[in-house]
């Protein structure tokens, strides 16, 4: 009897190290989150519109359907990313999340506080080996580091009445997501 | 054999134990360091970098992107005042008023987080469409049928979760539940 018990606290110990094992891999090895329901639909470094929710399909489930939402998978490994989102009348938001859906940046219109944000998106090595000079010309840019290679970048305008979806529609497809280098936008 | 019985035995309660805590975890969607208030809960955390495994976890489960804290902090509903689920066949009426935010949205899903079909194509409300009292405060009715003032169809689907976003608010992790936190009162008001 006192084997058996002993064994199954032993089986308990061992099942708490495969619960933490499985919590800690599970978004690694998911195929149903964020990154990978979008990736399909969201060519890299490009503006993709992300369609409006409806009752019978949605891109991601818990969408808010007051926004006019649109992403930009990136990939740094070829080099930086320039952003720029023009502001629509009520409220723009632009988050920043790693392959792994972690948000780690984000930033509305009034933080941004201009007609247009903008944004230079870098990994931390890329921001080190960035000139001296250039930082200086580029003071007024904001920088964000990217702890990841790839990610998602997720722009998003608030429509505060439905009759106000196509103007924050249009305000999320003017949205530039481009290689900082590449002379030509690419959308 | 009976070291070989032993062996299995222990990997079984392993197994059982392991993988019932995780899908125990995720189907309840566990985090630390919720807000609550009222019956709204919020993970201010989960939109951060500092999101914890459990947050993670659970984010990669669902498929959906956690609101950044900087942009908002999303506050979910899943029972009325008194603990009872959200039932789509009675009569909820939220009344009150909401925390400091620019801009505020409450959206009705199902469970597994799909709007809910309606005959006026409503699935929420922003703060600007938002009929408010003189002071300030709102009532929105939540009922299969049709009610004057803000009516929110729930459809006369079983079970429902609201969702309350505020965007642009000071409302964050540091944020305890108390006066400067008001959040509408969830109440059940009849059921067939």
Redesign the interface.
């Known amino acids: 009897m006192i084997?058996?018990l002993l064994?199954?606290l032993?089986?308990?110990?061992?099942?708490?190290?495969?619960?933490?094992?499985?919590?800690?891999i599970?978004?690694r090895t998911?195929t149903?989150?964020?990154y990978?329901?979008l990736a399909p639909d969201a060519p890299v470094n490009t503006v993709a519109a992300v369609p409006a929710?409806?009752?019978?399909s949605?891109p991601?489930?818990?969408?808010?359907?007051?926004f006019a939402s649109a992403v930009c998978r990136y990939d740094l490994s070829q080099g930086p990313l320039k952003l720029s989102v023009p502001v629509s009348l009520?409220?723009t938001?632009v988050?920043?999340?790693t392959r792994?859906?972690?948000?780690?940046?984000?930033?509305?219109d009034?933080?941004a506080g201009r007609r247009v944000v903008e944004l230079d998106l870098m990994t931390a090595d890329q921001h080190n080996q960035m000139p001296e000079d250039e930082e200086i010309t580029a003071a007024d840019r904001l920088i964000v580091e990217s702890?990841t290679l790839t990610g998602?970048i997720?722009i998003?305008a608030?429509?505060?009445?439905p009759g106000l979806m196509p103007m924050a529609q249009s305000a999320v497809a003017a949205a530039k997501c481009v290689r900082a280098e590449d002379p030509k936008p690419s959308r | 054999m009976r070291l070989l019985l032993g062996s299995l035995f222990a990997l079984a309660v392993a197994a059982v134990v392991g993988l019932g805590a995780t899908y125990f975890a995720l189907t309840r969607g566990a985090a630390f360091g919720p807000l609550t208030i009222g019956s709204w809960t919020a993970w201010p955390k989960t939109g951060t970098v500092g999101a914890d495994p459990y947050a993670r976890a659970s984010i990669a489960r669902v498929g959906r992107l956690p609101t950044a804290l900087g942009d908002g902090v999303a506050f979910t509903a899943s029972t009325d005042d008194k603990g009872r689920l959200l039932d789509g066949r009675c009569d909820v009426v939220l009344a009150g008023v909401t925390p400091a935010a620019r801009f505020w949205t409450i959206t009705l899903y199902n469970t597994d987080g799909e709007l809910v079909a309606n005959s006026i194509n409503r699935f929420g409300f922003t703060s600007q469409e938002i009929v408010r009292h003189a002071d300030g405060s709102f009532e929105i009715a939540v009922t299969p049928r049709a009610n004057p003032g803000n009516w929110l169809p729930s459809g006369g689907v079983e079970r429902y979760v609201l969702v309350l976003r505020l965007y642009d608010t000071a409302v964050g992790v540091s944020t305890k539940a108390g006066r400067e936190v008001p959040m509408p009162a969830v109440a059940v008001r009849g059921c067939p």
């Not at chain 1, 608030?158 to 009445?161: K, T, V, Y």
């Open positions: 084997r058996w064994l199954a032993g089986g308990a110990l061992l099942g708490g190290i495969v619960h933490l094992a499985t919590i800690i599970l978004p998911a149903h989150d964020a990978s329901r929710p409806t009752p019978e949605a991601m489930p818990f969408m808010d359907p007051a009520a409220y938001s988050s920043f999340y792994y859906d972690v948000a780690y940046y984000a930033i509305n009034r933080a702890p998602l997720a998003r608030l429509a505060p009445e």
